[in-house]
C-alpha cells in the first residue's frame, strides 16, 4: 500500500506530515513512503534524511495521484483535492466549517477523508489528539512572542543601577495551551495570574505557581469533549469586568478560549486595551478564528493604543521541527487503528475513527451525536523530573469491628496487668524508669510520623539538635568511677554531639543551595540545572 506525504503549500507553513522517525515505523507498517521533494525542508529534514529512512522521493503528481494513503498537515486547497487518487483516504487538518465546499469535493472522488480536528477527545484517542500536541507547542511559544514584544525583563531583575519587577501575565483559558503559557511565563519569572471557566483547573494552575482568579458568580463551565461551554449572560457580565480590572494591572495578556469550528469568543474588548499600559502584550492565541480580542487582526502583528496586539496563527508552525514530530507521531498512532496488513480498514461502529469520518465511499457523512464521556486527564506541562517516592498506603485493617474492640481491650488490660507487676514488685527506679520511656516514645512517634514525608529531610536536619538533651544526661551519667554506666553516658554524649554537627552542617549546605549569587542572580540549584 502506497502512503503519499506532499509539501504544504499553506503560505508560511513550515510543518510536514511525517518525518524520518515516523518514516520508519510506517514502513514497519507495510506502507511504501513517498514523499514530495523539498517537503520537509522547513521543519529541517533533508530528502536524504527520508531516503535513509526507507522513503521514496517523488514529484507531486506522483505523491497525489498514485497514492492510496495522503496524509498531510494543512486542509487540502480545491486544486490538491483534484489530483488525489480516486477511493484513497485522506488524513488531514481539514476545518470543513470553514470551506464548505471541502466535503463535497472529496466526496465526489469517493474519498475517505478524516479530520484529525474531530479525533474526540477520550482516553484512548490521547496518543492521536493532535489539537493537543499543537495546543501545547503554541501556548509555549505564545509566551516566547510575548517576551519579543514586551520592552522589559519577565524575571525581577536586582541590578546596580535599580530594581526591576517581574512582568505581570494574564492567561485567559485554561486549558493545553493555557497552561503551557503558564509554565512558560513562570520559568521566565513571571508573576502569572490565569482565568478559566472550569473550576477543574484550579488545581492545574496553582500546580504551576500561578494564581487563578475566579469571579462572585457560582457557574462552572465544563462543557463537552474537554472544552468550555457558553456561560450566562451574568457571568460573562462578571467575566468581562475582571478582566477590565486585571488590564490595567498586567503587562501581558495571552488569549486561549477556542472551540474547532467555532468563532472565537470576544475577552478582551477595546476598552481593556485602553487601560493597559503603554508598552503592554496582548497574544491571541485564537486569532484564526478571528480571535479573542476585538481588536486582533488574524495574521498580522498590530499596535492599538499603545498595546502591541499578536494575531499570528502560526505559533505551532514556527517550531517546525518540534511540531512536525508531534504531529507525525500523532498520525502514526492513528494509523495504527487504521492500516490492516495491506488494506485499510474503515470501522463505522469505532468511537475514536466515526466521529473524524467526514465522507466516505462517495457520501459526505454527517456527525455523530456526541456521546457523554469524561474529558481525559491533561498532560503536565511542566519539566519532567523523577517522581519522588510514594509512601506505601496503609495496610487496611480487615477485621470485623467485634474483633478490633476485642483486641484492644486485652492489649489495654495487658499494660494495666504490667504496670501492676512492675509497681509491686520491681523497684521504683524500673518504674519511673519505664514511664519515661514509654512516654518518651509516645512522643516522638507524634512528633516525627505526623510530619509529610517531603519535609523529613530538612525536619531531621534541625530536630537533631534536641540530641543536646542526651548530651546533658550523658554528661550527668559519666563520674570517675570506670564503670558501665560512665562509658555508655561518655559514648552517648559523643554520638549525640556527632549528630548535632552533622544536623546543622546538612541543613547549611540544603540552605546554601537556595542562596542566589550577587553577580549572576541565580541559585546554585538553578546553576545545577542548567548545566
Sequence with gaps: MRLGVPKEIYAGERRVAATPESVKKLRGMGLDVVIERGAGTGSGYTDEAYEAAGATMADVQSVWGESDLVIKVRPPSHPE??????????????????????????????????????????????????????????????????????????????????TMPPARVLVI?????????????????????????????????????????????????????????????????????????????????VTTALVPGKKAPILVKEEAVVAMKRGSVVVDLAAEQGGNCELCVPGDIVERHGVTIVGVTDLASRMGASASRLFANNVVHLLAEIVDGAKLHVDLEDDVIRPALVTHAGEVLPRPPPKAVAPPARASTRPRVPPAPEAKPAQKDIRSPTRRAWGTTVGGMGVIVALFVAGRFAPSDLLQHSTVFILACFVGWQVIWSVTAALHTPLMSVTNAISGIIIIGGMLQVSSTLDAASVLGALAALFAAINIAGGFLVTERMLRMFRREPSTGASTAEKGHRR
Design 81 to 162: 483535492v483534484a489530483k488525489i487518487n480516486t477511493g484513497a483516504m485522506l488524513v488531514s487538518l481539514l476545518q470543513p466549517e470553514r470551506d464548505e465546499a471541502l466535503p463535497a469535493l472529496l466526496a465526489a472522488r469517493k474519498v475517505s477523508a478524516i479530520a484529525l480536528e474531530r479525533i474526540p477527545r477520550v482516553t484512548r484517542a490521547q496518543k492521536m489528539d493532535v489539537l493537543s500536541s499543537m495546543a501545547n507547542l503554541a501556548g509555549y511559544r505564545a509566551v516566547l512572542e510575548a517576551a519579543h514584544h514586551y520592552q522589559g525583563f519577565f524575571g525581577p531583575q536586582v541590578t546596580a543601577a535599580g
Design 173 to 253: 483559558g485554561a486549558g493545553v495551551a493555557g497552561l503551557a503559557a503558564v509554565a512558560a511565563a513562570r520559568a521566565l519569572g513571571a508573576e502569572v495570574r490565569a482565568f478559566d471557566t472550569r473550576k477543574a483547573t484550579k488545581e492545574q494552575v496553582e500546580s504551576l505557581g500561578a494564581a487563578f482568579l475566579t469571579v462572585e458568580v457560582e457557574e462552572d463551565g465544563e462543557g463537552g469533549g474537554g472544552y468550555a461551554k457558553e456561560m450566562s449572560p451574568a457571568f460573562i457580565a462578571a467575566e468581562m469586568a475582571l478582566f477590565r480590572a486585571q488590564a490595567a494591572e498586567v503587562d501581558v495578556i
